[in-house]
């Protein structure tokens, strides 16, 4: 009994080092998230909002992006970012970013249902009816 007793001992505490290192990453991660989606940015904007956004490119010539949200069953679960040479502002372009952010979404699974808030829930389920 002895001889098993430090063994356990030894055994116990790398699983509790183990747990709270996991659950710091988990709150990074949740923090990082958080940044993300209160960031003042197109993909960001898109996701709050469920909506297109276009940003437009900074010179004649250059490129400018198209950001779509991907939708799942009951909220937003991502968006497709796609760099865009001319034509952002273009209907069809617009229209066919929709169509394979729409495709995407049926592979891409969602977020757990832990890590959305209800305000958030809420937020995506209004901007998705209107």
Not at 47 to 61: E, F, I, K, S, Y
Not at 102 to 123: E, I, K, N, Y
């Amino acid at each position: 009994m002895r001889r098993t007793a430090p063994t356990l001992e030894g055994v116990a505490a790398p699983d509790r080092a183990a747990a709270t290192v996991s659950e710091q990453k988990i709150n990074q991660y949740r923090k990082r998230r958080y940044e993300a989606l209160h960031a003042e940015n197109a993909a960001a904007n898109a996701w709050r909002t469920g909506q297109l956004a276009v940003v437009p490119a900074a010179t004649t010539g250059g490129q400018g992006a198209i950001v779509t949200p991907l939708f799942g069953l009951h909220s937003c679960i991502g968006v497709l970012s796609a760099e865009v040479r001319q034509g952002e502002n273009s209907p069809s372009v617009q229209a066919v970013a929709t169509m394979i952010a729409a495709q995407l979404s049926t592979v891409v699974p969602a977020w757990p249902a832990g890590s959305l808030t209800p305000a958030d829930r809420a937020s995506s389920s209004a901007a998705r009816s209107a």
